[in-house]
């Protein structure tokens, strides 16, 4: 399927209309989306492991600060594995410091070298993605970590992968793909991100804004991603549990926002909290799903563009 893009001036609401009609112009053709749901990617990988269990609750969330460079990330990663367990200890709860005495939770960092994440991201270039902020950001970030430590192996290929509650972590080259999309090499100051998971593409956001904000619906996915990312030590991530489709507006306005599920239209809120010039990137449909930029141009107007085919969770109210 080729990539078209429309170019539209919306006002609220924004329908599913208003991003999906008719294009006025083409663009190169650019990868279509591998689905988002665990469920087809197990079709394709009939030796998946079983499904996970919910996770257990944990510690709180994290402060802001400036952006955390790739290569300063890489660094952290690289040293040793004890050193990293040393630095991280005196966070863990008194049951998280005997499962790791007994060596139940740690995890198999020397079993995935950053050859294989090179591989990944090399991958992920070929594949379109041309953002060399992005990209490095891709090759700091441990994917494995985000994982349970059965599926490591399974971290580096490219397909989302079951985190339990009936989500998925994104598979590489969409994470990459949204993010370049939203990044389009502007500063990045603050950006919001609806949809935490497991905390993977919040970490590699880090990467690129100077200050990230995650909102989890879902409660034991937000103790989830605080317990994945508590090693990563990242200072300008901090989490929140709540409706992300009401967005953060106390925090408001943002340099980028990012959805990891679809809506059958943008949450009116979500677009209230975009800065004038920026961009918004979000899933939109139901069973055909597409991948939509949205530029805020002025107080009450829209730019949107199709970019390419997709598949995600479907976006939801509440909080569970």
């Given at each position: ?18 991003v ?6 083409t ?23 079983p ?20 290569h ?17 200890q ?17 995890r ?5 070298s ?8 090399a ?8 953002d ?5 950001a ?21 397909a989302?992968?079951p ?18 999309a ?14 935490t998971?497991?905390g993977y ?17 879902i409660?034991?996915l ?20 709540g409706?992300g489709?009401?967005?953060?507006p ?6 980028g ?5 679809a ?8 677009l ?13 449909g ?35």
């Open positions: 399927m080729n990539d078209r893009t429309t170019d539209k001036r919306s006002t609220f609401p924004l329908p599913l209309s208003s999906t009609g008719p294009a006025r112009k663009v190169a053709p650019a990868p279509v989306a591998t689905p988002q749901t665990a469920t087809r990617n197990a079709a394709r990988q009939q030796s998946a492991p499904s996970m269990a919910a996770p257990s609750a944990r510690a709180p969330g994290y402060a802001m600060a400036g952006a955390v460079p790739a300063k990330m890489a660094a952290h990663m690289a040293l040793p594995h004890e050193r990293r367990q040393q630095d991280s005196h966070e863990r709860s008194g049951h998280d410091r005997r499962q790791h005495e007994r060596g139940a939770v740690d198999p960092d020397m079993m995935v950053d050859a294989v994440r090179r591989a990944m991201v991958r992920v270039a070929r594949q379109g993605v041309r060399e902020t992005v990209l490095a891709m090759q700091a970030v441990p994917r494995h970590m985000f994982l349970e430590p059965a599926m490591s192996a399974q971290a580096y290929v490219d989302s992968l985190i339990g509650h009936n989500q998925t972590i994104s598979q590489p080259y969409i994470v990459a793909r949204m993010i370049e939203m990044h389009a090499g502007r500063p990045l100051a603050r950006v919001l991100e609806i949809g998971g497991c593409q919040a970490a590699v956001l880090s990467c690129v804004a100077q200050e990230v904000y995650s909102v989890e619906r409660r034991p937000h103790e989830l991603a605080k317990t994945n990312l508590r090693p990563l030590r990242i200072p300008n991530l901090r989490l929140h549990y409706d489709m009401l967005g953060l106390q925090v408001a306005p943002f340099d926002i990012i959805l990891a599920a809506g059958l239209e943008v949450p009116r809120a979500l209230e909290q975009l800065a004038i010039g920026a961009r918004l990137v979000a899933p939109v139901g069973q055909q799903q597409h991948l939509q930029r949205i530029t805020r141009i002025g107080k009450a107007e829209w730019t949107s563009e199709t970019l390419e085919a997709c598949h995600f969770v479907p976006l939801r109210p509440g909080t569970v």
